[in-house]
């Protein structure tokens, strides 16, 4: 199946400074990726949709000057979390759109992004 | 926006026994699915089930969608301890990928 892969897979980080997690669809082309976030045991809350080559649609509630996201190519995505505070903290996953399985439904994620901001 | 509700929170069966969790949601779907997520990692879809199919087989996995009451279930069958994870169901409501997540059920397989 397709592959999505995430990095970094964990980071730590001092308040105020941004991380960049980075989303690749290893095998395929993804005009379409998710970001999304998930505090611990509860579920994932869609953050944006990221566009290839247009900007990223955000969902209520998230801020785009905070959370930064860039979709140069077909294979990459990626959020860049700015001025990093604890309550930034989380779960971060990405999930991609195969253009091949355009009738699927499926979506392919990555294996998650543990950020820890101190 | 989170539109699913999924019970029971959590599960604990033997292994060899059948595991059954229901998710229920608020809006209209094109489809259903359901996904798995071992601790700490992403998540693994397991099946999708369209607004116009009733029920849906893979492997040991049994799901039934139910529309005219927002509700689904999977089954679990013939569970192994490597079934030990968090299962979701997430809904499509305008077949644009935009997946609505519930709560989760945690299932613990006892071997």
């Not at chain 1, 930064?68 to 077909?74: E, K, M, Q, R, T």
């Not at chain 2, 033997?14 to 601790?39: F, H, V």
């Not at chain 2, 693994?44 to 029920?55: A, D, K």
């Amino acid at each position: 199946g397709a592959v999505v892969s995430q990095h970094p897979s964990w980071v730590i980080c001092k308040s105020g400074t941004s991380v960049k997690i980075e989303c690749r669809s290893l095998d395929f082309q993804a005009t379409t990726m998710f970001w999304y976030r998930q505090f611990p045991k509860q579920s994932l809350m869609l953050m944006a949709t990221s566009n290839e080559g247009s900007k990223a649609t955000y969902e209520q509630g998230v801020e785009k000057d905070k959370f930064l996201i860039n979709h140069a190519s077909l294979t990459l995505s990626t959020l860049t979390v700015t001025s990093a505070h604890p309550e930034d903290s989380s779960f971060y996953i990405c999930s991609a759109r195969d253009q091949r399985a355009e009738n699927t439904g499926e979506l392919f994620f990555g294996e998650g992004s543990r950020l820890t901001v101190l | 926006s989170q539109q699913g509700e999924e019970d029971p929170q959590a599960l604990s069966i033997q292994e060899g026994e059948n595991a059954t969790m229901n998710c229920s949601y608020k809006t209209s779907i094109n489809n259903l699915q359901w996904y798995r997520q071992n601790s700490g990692r992403g998540l693994v879809h397991l099946i999708l089930i369209r607004s116009n199919e009733r029920e849906k087989h893979s492997g040991r996995l049994r799901v039934t969608l139910d529309t005219s009451k927002k509700s689904s279930s999977l089954l679990i069958t013939a569970s192994r301890a490597a079934d030990t994870a968090s299962y979701f169901c997430a809904t499509d409501q305008s077949d644009d990928y935009k997946l609505s997540f519930g709560a989760g059920t945690t299932v613990t397989v006892r071997a």
